[in-house]
């Protein structure tokens, strides 16, 4: 946590001194990104309406850092990224959650046709 | 708090490098997605993330104080509000996904336990009705018993019915044969209330006296068979007869010596004494016309009445 501030901090100090460039690797950031994708389409993410959203939203985004990373900008890259993965970590706890709503429901359903 | 020095510290770096670079962003006015943020965190701490899943909330917490302290308007203050939103949201799904995981677990530990107590009702039932089975087999096993006890009892009962059944026909079958036995030597008159057995006295005695016969006991035991086969309820009046020749004293006394002697006969070959009685009547209640020879012998008698008592 306080190396996402740290660099949060320093981000704004680059842009406002240097303009560009000093990021961390960005390749690795757009790894992590991926992966998180990934996670989120496996689990199923895509059947929950928010969850559909929040998967195009990182396709989209990571396809944006792609570019940004191609052109030199890493900078803004970082920024895509960072956004990428939430959009992919919500869209993954939003497909979890959903399961366990669904498992709650047919859990209560079955036991009320037992009684 | 640590947290209170890094927004601090954040916002006069950020306050800082603004005054250095007042050229490079134009926008004074706060952008849109901060308002989102705003709301989004607000949505999100009213809900379960703020008992369930306060880390996160936390998280996305500081991230719209980032977004606050940014300039105004930058793109940094747009991508951190942005991040604010996503993670405020994150916690109240994660929250959310805790609280269904919750209840599944209270959910199936209350059908575990109702499992277990239907089991364990499941199994006193049964139990309950295998005593029951026990004692039901004990109680067949003892009607069965009584219902042999029973059983063997009426057997022996049956077999006592026909033995007294089989006895009742013999007695009557003898008293039957000693009556006709007894019709073949002596006149045998049925009435209603007596049977009267007549004797001729010259079959019986002596002419005058009252010694039997030697041939008189032939017939007598006849009598007594008969006699001793009929019921005890009957009363016997052995009445002695003569006919009207000679003194009525005479004959009075006579006709009783006469009865009486066949009276000891019979008590003598088993008739019961206090059934029999001795009567004598003389001349009186003739038969016949005694005026004839064959008159006068009809009328010098012996009768026995059966009488009976009902």
Do not use: W
């Not at chain 1, 309406?49 to 191609?70: C, F, H, M, N, V």
């Not at chain 2, 709301?39 to 306060?54: G, I």
């Amino acid at each position: 946590m306080s190396r996402i501030v740290l660099a949060t901090t320093l981000i704004p100090l680059s842009i406002a001194v240097a303009g560009c460039g000093g990021a961390a690797a960005p390749n690795a950031r757009l790894a992590d990104a991926k992966s998180a994708l990934s996670a989120a389409k496996a689990a199923d993410a895509a059947n929950v309406p928010e969850g559909a959203l929040q998967i195009k939203l990182s396709d989209d985004a990571i396809r944006t850092a792609e570019a940004e990373i191609q052109s030199g900008d890493d900078d803004r890259a970082a920024m895509t990224l960072e956004r990428a993965k939430a959009d992919a970590d919500l869209a993954l706890l939003l497909a979890r959650e959903n399961r366990a709503r669904e498992e709650l429901r047919q859990f209560q359903t079955r036991a009320a046709e037992d009684r | 708090m640590t947290l209170e020095k890094r927004s601090v510290l954040t916002s006069t770096i950020a306050a800082f490098s603004f005054s250095l670079v007042a050229g490079c962003s134009g926008a004074t006015n706060p952008s849109p997605q901060l308002y989102d943020a705003q709301r989004a965190y607000q949505r999100a701490a009213a809900s379960r993330a703020s008992e369930l899943a306060p880390d996160r909330l936390l998280t996305a917490r500081e991230t719209l104080d980032r977004a606050k302290a940014a300039e105004p308007g930058s793109a940094e203050e747009q991508e951190l509000s942005y991040l604010a939103s996503r993670r405020a949201r994150m916690a109240e799904v994660y929250a959310d996904y805790l609280h269904d995981n919750q209840e599944l677990g209270r959910a199936r530990s209350l059908q575990d336990r109702a499992q277990r107590e239907r089991r364990a009702r499941a199994e006193e039932d049964l139990d309950r009705a295998r005593k029951q089975l026990v004692k039901t087999q004990h109680n067949l096993a003892a009607s069965s018993a009584e219902l042999r006890a029973r059983t063997t009892e009426v057997v022996t009962l049956e077999s006592q019915l026909d033995d007294t059944e089989s006895k009742r026909q013999a007695a009557e079958k003898r008293a039957d044969d000693a009556m006709r036995s007894l019709q073949e030597v002596a006149n045998v008159r049925a009435e209603a209330t007596e049977t009267v057995i007549t004797l001729s006295g010259a079959v019986l005695f002596v002419t005058g006296q009252s010694e039997l016969l030697p041939i008189a006991r032939e017939k007598l035991d006849r009598v007594a068979a008969a006699l001793a086969d009929s019921g005890d309820d009957e009363h016997i009046v052995i009445a002695g007869f003569t006919d009207s020749r000679g003194s009525r004293t005479k004959n009075q006394k006579l006709s009783l010596d006469r009865a009486n002697a066949v009276r000891d006969y019979l008590v003598s070959h088993g008739v019961a004494p206090q059934r029999v009685e001795a009567r004598g009547y003389g001349p009186d209640q003739p038969v016949a016309d005694n005026s004839t020879p064959e008159g006068r012998a009809d009328n010098r008698r012996v009768e026995i009445h059966i009488q009976k008592k009902h």
